[in-house]
């Protein structure tokens, strides 16, 4: 497992940090199967996924689909990179048993299909695809290597707080949109286990959409366009942005930008400052700038930091009302997107067939667990103490005992499930019922009135 | 039906032209020879279609393009049967596009493309009844809710380049029923509703029609394979296979003639005959030893068509990869994706290579290098990629005209003959055909590299 590389910052903070780290990077076994093995038999919250993957079909009302929960795709990545597509369960315990029994490094939650995945070849043969997904969450994955080309404090694989606030930004934008814009409720956001968050919209209606609206949905969020090969990638024309644009650069990324990123990145230093001002298509305002920039070299101006100094320069030039030009008239704007508007994987959006990992594994890597993020409290959320796997395990050791029968309770993941249980599926369950019981009375009418003549 | 029916002389009140929905098989009788021939005048229709959108043309040319192509294929020289011409005609292709899935897919996008110019065209009544026709539930938004919402209203006019008229009449629909409105953040939408314009209505339109037309394809695929075929065999299958391949509809991308090329070539295959989307997915491939899945498809499929074989490929990728990932690590995470390719994994389809209106239509992120770079390339770095292959200064401003207004495959079609120093008359839709095209002049030139 190759050793995390911590990101260079100020000494101190490195060597505090050294200290929590090193217990974990340390073993090199730290992460193994037997471990795995323990945590799947003792903390994996088998029946809250199972709860959570039957959207109330696990009830005894005679409106629900007894075979919705087996018509669910799972995957399993084992050991040694073996890869097992297409695997369902018939039951709870089912499930929990393949689990517990294959100890996978990784599951994924892939569609509800037509017919059972184990049995799909059954029903290939009969030409016409009949083996199709019929509902499937709405997912986004954000991932902070589509970031690399605007932080500056790691790359690849590293993560810190300096650039965490990335994934905090794209939680609220998005997270707001999807409630506001797009009226959907149950939305359940999930630590990746590394360095990004996927994002599950459960709603019934979103589970519905089909290819092509998912697709329009990742493209209503989609700004930032292109890569190296290609120019400006973030270009806001017309005369207004659109209210979803607007709101989200006034009421979360300019502060965030501002307060955050411009310092953390130091954006506007020496090195760096150039990548800004390519962004200026107007060779007037950005010699005027980089004179200025040239003078003002060591920050005489006492406290400020140098970034927020520069940016204030250079927002007073480009928006001091004498700009018509329509490149310039959101030039600014079109910066702070650039560095700081959430990016997405389209292609994990746009297909309802896409697996995407469970929410409480363990990432292989980091040891640490997927767990749910209170996008409410996305501001408190740190990567770098999320719970791993040998903590946990260290915590039951202590034998700590708690009333419950969950295992979970009395270690640090026990604040993770009990979250996942009343903000998300709690209220998602008792929707799930409402709607089963209220499609079921519907169907019940509608027969009995194609009866009546 | 009743389409058919208020298309009879005009008699009393204006009756209404509409166009015709094409929702079921119209009870008509037609002579043998025009179920041939209604069918080729629509596909010179369609196929006119297909070009100008391939070439780029901007909305209003395509409207242009349509009336005009309309007018000269589909008249009739008795007025009244000019509509049935129309149904009988989409009815027939029906059956010659139904048959694969990339036959359905042109098919679908092109009619579609169809009705959607057509539907624009027509007065606001007409597209009124239309949409009542489609039963379209959705409401006009009462004024109420209208003064609300009307800041946000004109923000999103004025974010599109529009203004809001003093008489605006909005719709209030799901935002799943919208999709494009959507996606381009054309629209306001509030809690999963869109506010539709009027003018913005012949997307919710089109969506219907599209969708609806999608299903019956399928459909008719069905009836075809099980009994069409079969009970017509004597009469209409033969020219409904007749016109399937006498026509050339969608592209059909598989080389005709299969050269295989072998590995120690392919360095210098590449400079001479690669299309400069795939030489420069190459270029960065040799520099970078890596390549993201979407570059690892346009490009391996292009390698394919182009007559590598799959163990050349493997070995071709490993080469390259091996140098960032190991060997171990391209044997675990690669070489799948590559047989995949070949069709030896999963579903085994054999995949196509893509096409040029495929690649252009792809959307390349941070740190890809697919698609194409007439459209994605900034023009410095366009300029400077010409340069390197050798395109002289006064084709390269031109190459760099055409891409600025966005007839992407026509600036390919100029580089081509730049490079080549002659002329390219079918011009480039498709990268195989690009470097088709290449080998055979420079075979003939006898510079070739079998």
């Excluded at chain 1, 090199?28 to 709860?51: I, Q, T, V």
């Excluded at chain 1, 204030?312 to 508007?341: N, T």
């Excluded at chain 2, 579609?112 to 007409?126: A, G, I, K, P, W």
Aim: glycine share 6%; hydrophobic share 35%.
């Amino acid at each position: 497992m190759p050793g995390e590389e911590e990101i260079g910052r100020d000494d101190m903070i490195i060597d505090q940090l050294q200290s929590d780290f090193t217990p974990i990077n340390a073993l090199p076994d730290e992460f193994n199967p037997n471990y795995l093995k323990l945590y799947y038999g003792k903390l994996f919250p088998h029946a809250d996924l199972f709860r959570w993957m039957s959207y109330g079909t696990d009830g005894k009302h005679t409106g629900c689909d007894q075979s919705f929960f087996g018509r669910r795709e799972f995957s399993f990545t084992l050991d040694n990179d073996i890869y097992l597509r297409f695997q369902s369960f018939n039951s709870a315990s089912d499930m929990e048993n393949a689990i517990k029994e294959k100890c996978p490094f990784k599951i994924d939650i892939g569609a509800v299909y037509s017919v059972d995945p184990a049995k799909r070849h059954a029903y290939a043969q009969a030409g016409d695809n009949v083996f199709t997904p019929v509902e499937r969450e709405l997912v986004f994955d954000i991932d902070m290597t589509d970031y690399d080309d605007v932080r500056y404090c790691c790359s690849g694989a590293d993560v810190c707080l300096d650039c965490w606030p990335l994934m905090t930004i794209a939680i609220k934008v998005l997270d707001t949109s999807l409630r506001d814009d797009f009226g959907f409720n149950h939305i359940l956001w999930v630590f990746s286990g590394r360095r990004g968050v996927h994002c599950w919209v459960c709603d019934a209606k979103a589970r519905r959409l089909n290819n092509e609206q998912r697709a329009a949905v990742a493209d209503y969020f989609r700004v930032y366009k292109g890569n190296e090969n290609s120019h400006r990638k973030v270009s806001l024309m017309g005369q207004a942005l659109h209210p979803f644009l607007a709101r989200s650069y006034t009421n979360v990324l300019k502060d965030f930008f501002e307060r955050k990123l411009l310092s953390s990145q130091q954006l506007l230093s020496e090195e760096r400052y150039e990548k800004i001002l390519d962004m200026i298509p107007d060779e007037g305002i950005t010699s005027d700038l980089r004179g200025k920039w040239q003078d003002n070299r060591r920050s005489s101006m006492g406290k400020e930091d140098i970034n927020i100094f520069r940016w204030d320069q250079l927002k007073h030039l480009l928006q001091s009302g004498k700009q018509k030009a329509p490149g310039l008239r959101r030039c600014v704007e079109e910066i702070v997107f650039s560095y700081a508007y959430p990016r997405i994987d389209m292609e994990v959006s746009k297909h309802m067939n896409h697996l995407l990992k469970a929410p409480f594994c363990v990432h292989p890597k980091t040891g640490r667990v997927c767990v749910p993020i209170d996008p409410d409290r996305c501001e408190e959320f740190d990567p770098t103490t999320v719970p791993t796997l040998s903590k946990l395990l260290g915590e039951i050791n202590m034998g700590l005992r708690t009333e419950g029968d969950n295992e979970w309770d009395a270690t640090s993941l026990g604040q993770s499930v009990r979250y996942f249980r009343s903000s998300f599926l709690q209220p998602l369950l008792k929707s799930c019922k409402e709607e089963i019981e209220s499609s079921y009375i519907a169907k019940k009418a509608q027969s009995r009135n194609s009866l009546s003549w | 039906m009743e389409i058919v029916r208020s298309q009879s002389k005009p008699s009393g009140p204006a009756a209404v032209p509409t166009i015709p929905l094409y929702r079921s098989a119209p009870e008509l009788e037609v002579r043998l020879e025009d179920f041939e021939l209604f069918a080729i005048d629509r596909l010179r229709v369609l196929k006119g279609i297909s070009d100008g959108l391939s070439r780029g043309k901007k909305p209003d040319e395509m409207e242009k393009l349509v009336s005009e192509l309309w007018r000269a294929n589909m008249k009739h020289s008795i007025s009244s049967e000019v509509t049935n011409k129309d149904i009988i005609s989409h009815f027939v292709l029906r059956l010659v596009y139904c048959r694969t899935e990339e036959l359905r897919k042109w098919f679908l996008s092109i009619e579609t493309t169809l009705f959607r110019y057509r539907f624009q065209r027509e007065t606001s009544d007409v597209q009124r009844e239309l949409m009542a026709e489609f039963e379209l539930p959705y409401k006009a938004v009462g004024n109420v809710e209208y003064e609300g919402l009307k800041d946000k209203l004109s923000q999103v006019a004025r974010s599109i380049g529009q203004s809001l008229p003093s008489n605006a009449v909005f719709y209030k629909v799901p935002f799943e029923e919208v999709p494009d409105l959507v996606a381009t953040r054309k629209v306001y939408i509030q809690k999963g509703h869109a506010y539709v314009a009027m003018n913005q209505v012949v997307s919710l339109v089109v969506t219907q029609f599209r969708s609806h037309l999608s299903k019956a394809l399928v459909l008719t695929n069905r009836k075809w394979t099980s009994m069409i075929r079969e009970k017509e065999s004597d009469r209409l299958t033969p020219i409904v296979e007749a016109l399937a391949t006498s026509y050339l509809g969608p592209d059909y991308s598989q080389p005709k003639e299969f050269t295989e090329i072998s590995l120690k070539d392919i360095d210098q295959v590449a400079k001479s005959s690669f299309p400069l989307c795939m030489r420069h997915l190459f270029e960065k491939l040799r520099e970078d030893h890596h390549l993201k899945h979407g570059g690892r498809m346009q490009l391996g499929l292009f390698l394919k068509g182009v007559g590598l074989t799959l163990d050349d490929a493997l070995v071709f990728w490993k080469s390259e990869f091996s140098r960032k990932v190991g060997t171990e690590r391209f044997d675990k995470e690669y070489a799948y994706g590559i047989r995949h390719n070949y069709g030896k994994e999963g579903k085994r389809v054999d995949y196509t290579p893509y096409s040029c209106q495929k690649i252009i239509s792809s959307t390349p992120g941070v740190g890809d290098h697919h698609g194409c770079p007439y459209r994605h390339f900034s023009e410095e770095n366009l300029r400077a990629a010409l340069g390197k292959m050798g395109v002289s200064s006064r084709a390269l401003e031109d190459v760099i005209d055409k891409a600025r207004n966005r007839h992407y495959q026509l600036a390919c079609t100029l580089t081509f003959e730049a490079v080549h120093n002659s002329s390219c008359d079918a011009g480039v839709n498709h990268p195989n055909q690009y470097f088709s095209d290449s080998q055979s002049i420079l075979k003939s030139k006898g510079n070739s590299v079998a």
